[in-house]
């Protein structure tokens, strides 16, 4: 009988029998393709923020302040609850 390992990488499943000599590579490579993955969608993630920063300009530049300084109440508060 022949078990087999199912797992998904984006849009993409993978099924590969699960053999013991095998095994350490399999997990090798798992681990280069998630890797790739997580790389792909960290670039094209800042590829999109990027141009959203482009597109909106000044707008982000002047509500930072304002979304900086809610952060910071929210963990004095935060800080303040614990004790």
Do not use: H
């Not at 979304?67 to 109440?73: D, L, N, Q």
């Amino acid at each position: 009988m022949v078990r087999y390992l199912f797992y998904t990488i984006g849009d993409l499943t993978y099924q590969s029998p699960l053999v013991k000599v095998t095994n350490f590579r399999f997990i090798q490579f798992c681990d280069q393709e998630a890797r790739a993955a997580f790389r792909q969608l960290l670039c094209e993630s800042t590829v999109r923020i990027d141009s959203l920063a482009k597109k909106l300009g000044a707008c982000v530049e002047r509500a930072r302040p304002y979304y900086e300084a809610r952060m910071k109440a929210k963990e004095v508060i935060k800080n303040n609850n614990v004790k």
